[in-house]
């Protein structure tokens, strides 16, 4: 299948500074993206969706200041976790779907464990 | 929000077939049914998709109901590579922006 990698793996940063990830299709134009986040034993939380040249939209409740994203090109997204407090500490993941096909899929990166300490 | 049903766990003999059972009573006429897992701490892995009709692929096979209500993952020889959390997601056809939710998905614990 199509590849996606997210970097970093793994970050720790220290509460009040800012953290940028980045996901990047590698073999496949990704029209859209889309950004998680997982806390232990718990599901994905789909965080927002991105087009490529377009604002991202934001799930209910996900604060569009704090997590700025990025969807400049049609193989990179960033996802920036701003001013970030321990609290945010948690694994983000980013998936991409590639052309309008009808029932395409979407690939997912190896994801990003974030650290706030 | 995910419109998907499954139990959180299952065990199975390592060499059996690994049935996961998965309910979307609302699911409506344009949307498929996807199923991924994820390994811990590791990205979801894309397993297979379908509409209605059953599908099968080196991974896995995909049996649907033919009121499409429910439908099962069938891996037929799992291995204890296969131990995962596996998620079961309807999603809308059509455009590459509609969403995949996940819901809580089966963990699937292989046993020797």
């Known amino acids: 299948g199509a590849v996606v990698s997210q970097h970093p793996s793994r970050v720790i940063c220290k509460s009040g500074t800012s953290v940028k990830i980045e996901c990047r299709s590698l073999?496949?134009?990704?029209?859209?993206m889309f950004w998680y986040r997982q806390f232990p034993k718990q599901s994905l939380m789909l965080m927002a969706t991105?087009?490529?040249?377009?604002?991202?939209?934001?799930e209910q409740g996900v604060e569009k200041d704090k997590f700025l994203i990025n969807h400049a090109s049609l193989t990179l997204s960033t996802l920036t976790v701003t001013s970030a407090h321990p609290e945010d500490s948690s694994f983000y993941i980013c998936?991409?779907?590639?052309?309008?096909?009808?029932?395409?899929?979407?690939?997912f990166g190896q994801g990003t464990r974030l650290t706030v300490v | 929000d995910a419109k998907t049903t499954q139990p959180p766990s299952m065990d199975c003999a390592e060499g059996r077939a690994a049935n996961l059972p998965c309910n979307h009573s609302?699911?409506?006429?344009?949307?498929?049914v996807y199923w991924y897992r994820q390994i811990h701490s590791q990205g979801p892995q894309y397993i297979i998709h379908?509409?209605?009709n059953n599908e099968t692929n080196e991974m896995a096979s995909l049996i649907i109901t033919e009121d499409r209500k429910s439908s099962t993952l069938i891996l037929p020889h799992a291995t204890l590579r296969d131990t995962a959390v596996y998620y079961c997601?309807?999603?809308?056809?059509?455009?590459?922006?509609?969403?995949?939710?996940f819901g809580t998905g089966t963990s699937l614990t292989v046993i020797p």
């Open positions: 998936s991409a779907a590639g052309e309008p096909v009808q029932n395409t899929e979407a690939f």
């Open positions: 073999d496949f134009q990704a029209t859209t």
């Open positions: 991105s087009n490529e040249g377009s604002k991202a939209t934001y």
């Open positions: 609302t699911i409506s006429g344009n949307e498929y």
């Open positions: 379908g509409l209605k």
């Open positions: 997601i309807v999603r809308v056809a059509g455009w590459t922006g509609n969403q995949f939710y």
